[in-house]
């Protein structure tokens, strides 16, 4: 048997960050996960590194650049005759990056002295685990604490079958062959927002069905109205109150039966794109014969701290309540594996920021208008279009705008919300901004350098009291 201060039960962004930091503050730890990777080999990095964020930024970057390149280059005076797209290449470029990443963290196991176990991890009691390889037991761990890190699988429908050719989940839509003339996507939140972007982009006609009538129902609602029409605009057709009857499927075709507002519809594709939600993973944990308590809909309950009902167990990431968030992820673990080492780790859940990796991006941290309404909060709010920035401008990208909402008394920022160019970016500013519980006057008394985005962020806080310059 081999002895451990710490065994994490998988290697995503949830765990090997919890396995690293525990080996840092000087836990013996082992890291045990069953993921391969498209040749069969074990991988590290969990869904995020290798069929998740990584992946699909790569494909959202270089499907941008052939957009660009495509349809916005001749405005800065750049004519390219004769382009041409190879897929082949940009797929193999995803794969690439997805292989030096993941052997990082390999690395990363290596110079942290964390023991990785390639299988699954099997949980015998609180205190003890065995590692299962193609049925076989190849190891049983002992630990004085354990760190569940399993993560999640893509949501799937009774009557729909991910076959991994016509109809696929997002891991198949990584990795189509070919660009498909036309593709259906069942789902209009992240997965098929950002995945759907990146096959339009490629030239395959897409059509969004989305069961909700309201177009990301959990975001600030202009900035969802908005994101809607230029997506739209670029060519995702985006059907909201779609509600999927049927799917037939014939050797080169799959045909969609939906009903909406207006009574059933056909459409006929040639590849299905499964895309709504994602549920947690504890297949294979054995929880339920150790006494894991989980929740009616499969995720495994835990406390404000990632702390499980069984002594010594802790849970973090997508199998736990909470947004199914790399950086979510990543910081239950530093948490938890601090927790363990006697300090005091800490997630503050209301500073976690969102990015969806459109174009342009959308962004937020913090509540949405329509929350502060329910929640009988009063508000202030700020809003600043790109369309007054001068680096938009210089950029050509001026859709867009950033809206800031801040208490109605003390000013204190409650919520941001960005739709433009690199929102992902410029959302660090306010997350950091929040966790010091700052005003909007104060970042209204910041210095921003010029020309930058971040100045249509400074102009916000100043549009709340109906100060700015620019506009
Ligand atoms: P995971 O990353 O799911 O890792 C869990 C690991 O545990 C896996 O390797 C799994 O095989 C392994 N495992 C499971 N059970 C066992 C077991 N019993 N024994 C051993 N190993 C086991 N989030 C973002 O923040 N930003 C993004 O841009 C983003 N893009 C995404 C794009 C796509 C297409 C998808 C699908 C997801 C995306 N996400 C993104 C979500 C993100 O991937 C997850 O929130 C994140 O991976 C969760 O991390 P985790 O450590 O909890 O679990
Ligand atoms: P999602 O929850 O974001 O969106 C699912 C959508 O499908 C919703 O709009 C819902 O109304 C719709 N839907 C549900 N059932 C339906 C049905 N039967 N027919 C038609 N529409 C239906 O889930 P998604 O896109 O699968 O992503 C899963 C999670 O992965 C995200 O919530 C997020 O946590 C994570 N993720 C994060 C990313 C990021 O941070 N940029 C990128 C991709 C995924």
């Given at each position: 048997?081999?002895?451990?201060?710490?065994?994490?039960?998988?290697?995503?962004?949830?765990?090997?960050?919890?396995?690293?930091?525990?080996?840092?503050?000087?836990?013996?730890?082992?890291?045990?996960?069953?993921?391969?990777?498209?040749?069969?080999?074990?991988?590290?990095?969990?869904?995020?590194?290798?069929?998740?964020?990584?992946?699909?930024?790569?494909?959202?970057?270089?499907?941008?650049?052939?957009?660009?390149?495509?349809?916005?280059?001749?405005?800065?005076?750049?004519?390219?005759?004769?382009?041409?797209?190879?897929?082949?290449?940009?797929?193999?470029?995803?794969?690439?990056?997805?292989?030096?990443?993941?052997?990082?963290?390999?690395?990363?196991?290596?110079?942290?002295?964390?023991?990785?176990?390639?299988?699954?991890?099997?949980?015998?009691?609180?205190?003890?685990?065995?590692?299962?390889?193609?049925?076989?037991?190849?190891?049983?761990?002992?630990?004085s604490n354990i760190i569940i890190a399993t993560g999640s699988l893509p949501?799937?429908?009774?009557?729909?079958?991910?076959?991994?050719?016509?109809?696929?989940?997002?891991?198949?839509?990584?990795?189509?062959?070919?660009?498909?003339?036309?593709?259906?996507?069942?789902?209009?939140?992240?997965?098929?927002?950002?995945?759907?972007?990146?096959?339009?982009?490629?030239?395959?006609?897409?059509?969004?069905?989305?069961?909700?009538?309201?177009?990301?129902?959990?975001?600030?609602?202009?900035?969802?109205?908005?994101?809607?029409?230029?997506?739209?605009?670029?060519?995702?057709?985006?059907?909201?109150?779609?509600?999927?009857?049927?799917?037939?499927?014939?050797?080169?075709?799959?045909?969609?039966?939906?009903?909406?507002?207006?009574?059933?519809?056909?459409?006929?594709?040639?590849?299905?794109?499964?895309?709504?939600?994602?549920?947690?993973?504890?297949?294979?944990?054995?929880?339920?014969?150790?006494?894991?308590?989980?929740?009616?809909?499969?995720?495994?309950?835990?406390?404000?701290?990632?702390?499980?009902?069984?002594?010594?167990?802790?849970?973090?990431?997508?199998?736990?309540?909470?947004?199914?968030?790399?950086?979510?992820?990543?910081?239950?673990?530093?948490?938890?594996?601090?927790?363990?080492?006697?300090?005091?780790?800490?997630?503050?859940?209301?500073?976690?920021?969102?990015?969806?990796?459109?174009?342009?991006?959308?962004?937020?941290?913090?509540?949405s208008s329509q929350q502060l309404k329910e929640e009988g909060i009063e508000?202030?709010?700020?809003?600043?279009?790109?369309?007054?920035?001068?680096?938009?401008?210089?950029?050509?990208?001026?859709?867009?705008?950033?809206?800031?909402?801040?208490?109605?008394?003390?000013?204190?920022?409650?919520?941001?919300?960005?739709?433009?160019?690199?929102?992902?970016?410029?959302?660090?500013?306010?997350?950091?901004?929040?966790?010091?519980?700052?005003?909007?006057?104060?970042?209204?008394?910041?210095?921003?350098?010029?020309?930058?985005?971040?100045?249509?962020?400074?102009?916000?806080?100043?549009?709340?009291?109906?100060?700015?310059?620019?506009?």
């Amino acid at each position: 048997m081999q002895r451990y201060d710490v065994a994490v039960i998988g290697a995503g962004p949830g765990g090997y960050v919890a396995a690293i930091r525990c080996a840092q503050l000087g836990l013996s730890t082992v890291c045990i996960d069953n993921m391969r990777d498209q040749n069969g080999v074990p991988s590290l990095g969990g869904v995020c590194l290798n069929v998740g964020c990584i992946p699909s930024k790569a494909l959202l970057d270089s499907s941008e650049q052939y957009y660009r390149a495509k349809n916005h280059f001749a405005v800065h005076g750049i004519k390219i005759e004769n382009l041409e797209l190879d897929l082949d290449t940009m797929l193999s470029r995803k794969d690439n990056i997805v292989k030096t990443l993941t052997g990082g963290i390999a690395t990363l196991f290596i110079k942290n002295k964390v023991a990785w176990l390639h299988g699954q991890g099997r949980l015998i009691s609180n205190k003890q685990l065995e590692v299962v390889l193609e049925g076989e037991v190849t190891a049983v761990v002992a630990a004085s604490n354990i760190i569940i890190a399993t993560g999640s699988l893509p949501a799937t429908q009774d009557d729909i079958s991910i076959d991994g050719d016509r109809i696929v989940d997002s891991t198949g839509a990584l990795a189509f062959n070919e660009v498909p003339r036309k593709l259906a996507v069942i789902g209009g939140g992240v997965i098929g927002l950002e995945l759907g972007s990146v096959w339009s982009r490629l030239g395959a006609k897409v059509v969004v069905l989305n069961r909700g009538k309201q177009f990301l129902s959990r975001i600030e609602p202009s900035i969802a109205k908005e994101a809607y029409r230029l997506l739209q605009k670029q060519g995702l057709d985006i059907r909201l109150g779609a509600s999927v009857k049927e799917i037939k499927t014939t050797k080169k075709q799959v045909a969609v039966i939906y009903k909406d507002a207006e009574g059933e519809q056909k459409i006929q594709v040639d590849r299905l794109l499964l895309a709504t939600g994602r549920q947690p993973n504890t297949a294979g944990l054995n929880g339920e014969a150790v006494g894991l308590n989980v929740d009616d809909r499969g995720f495994i309950e835990v406390d404000d701290h990632c702390h499980t009902n069984l002594p010594g167990v802790y849970a973090v990431g997508d199998v736990v309540r909470g947004p199914m968030l790399a950086h979510k992820a990543s910081e239950e673990g530093v948490s938890v594996a601090e927790q363990i080492a006697g300090q005091s780790g800490h997630v503050n859940y209301q500073t976690i920021p969102w990015v969806i990796y459109t174009s342009p991006e959308i962004a937020w941290v913090g509540k949405s208008s329509q929350q502060l309404k329910e929640e009988g909060i009063e508000f202030k709010e700020g809003v600043f279009p790109f369309k007054a920035n001068g680096r938009a401008h210089a950029m050509n990208e001026t859709d867009g705008m950033v809206k800031i909402l801040s208490d109605a008394k003390y000013d204190r920022i409650l919520g941001v919300h960005i739709l433009g160019p690199h929102a992902s970016e410029m959302i660090a500013e306010v997350v950091v901004a929040m966790e010091f519980n700052a005003s909007a006057e104060d970042i209204a008394r910041t210095v921003h350098a010029h020309p930058t985005l971040s100045e249509a962020m400074h102009e916000a806080a100043l549009a709340i009291d109906k100060r700015t310059i620019h506009i």
